[in-house]
């Protein structure tokens, strides 16, 4: 199966895209870590992008569309593959299908916003150590406190409410409109995301027919 996975940020795209990926047994494609990973190998593209990331810039269209072109032209995409994180735009997607990119169906796991918001800004992370947490759904034994290193918990910028606000704006203006680009091309379903993991993924396979 070749899939996409759409959704705000916050949505559980990457635990769902790794859950589907074990088990279909196709990789998962996240343009950050392709990315990473051309930089870390010296690619010609890998320099490309480091020129732009560099700078405080995001990578071009062009750029990350020649970069996940390559990707997918890897043995282990042979069976499909999940994008998580492109297109973003509709330009990308009408370049992916430029590419001859077939495409089986598109995911959107859809989450009520203000549920987003606390989501995300709950989230902690150890100045120390790097482990997560979540004042909600994971807290550590003593509040602020790391359970591994004794560290301190502490908020990530880009997980402050404010900012996460505006995450939601950029998905709402930029990336929501694929919905209606994939749905006219019949290729999208849906799932709603659930309090429990194992219950969204109960919805994300019947949605994708997957038994």
Do not use: W
Not at 5 to 22: D, F, H, N, R, W
Not at 39 to 59: F, M, P, S
Not at 196 to 204: L, P, Y
């Amino acid at each position: 199966m070749r899939l996409i996975i759409l959704g705000a940020p916050g949505a559980g795209k990457g635990t769902q895209a790794e859950v589907l990926s074990k088990k279909l047994d196709i990789p998962t494609i996240s343009t950050g870590e392709i990315i990473r990973n051309a930089i870390r190998q010296g690619t010609d593209l890998g320099k490309e992008a480091k020129q732009y990331i560099d700078r405080g810039l995001l990578v071009p269209d062009d750029v990350v569309i020649e970069i996940v072109k390559d990707r997918l032209t890897q043995d282990d995409c042979k069976n499909g593959f999940i994008l998580d994180g492109f297109p973003r735009t509709v330009p990308q997607a009408d370049a992916l299908t430029k590419m001859g990119v077939t495409i089986d169906k598109v995911l959107s796991i859809e989450v009520a916003e203000e549920k987003i918001v606390e989501r995300i800004s709950g989230r902690r992370q150890c100045s120390k150590c790097g482990a997560t947490y979540h004042i909600v759904y994971k807290p550590s034994k003593e509040e602020n406190i790391c359970d591994l290193c004794g560290g301190e918990l502490i908020m990530r910028q880009d997980d402050a409410p404010e900012t996460v606000k505006n995450r939601l704006k950029v998905y709402h203006e930029q990336t929501e409109p694929l919905k209606d680009y994939y749905q006219s091309k019949g290729l999208l379903v849906v799932a709603y995301g659930q309090e429990e993991v194992a219950d969204t993924t109960k919805e994300v396979l019947k949605a994708l027919g997957v038994v």
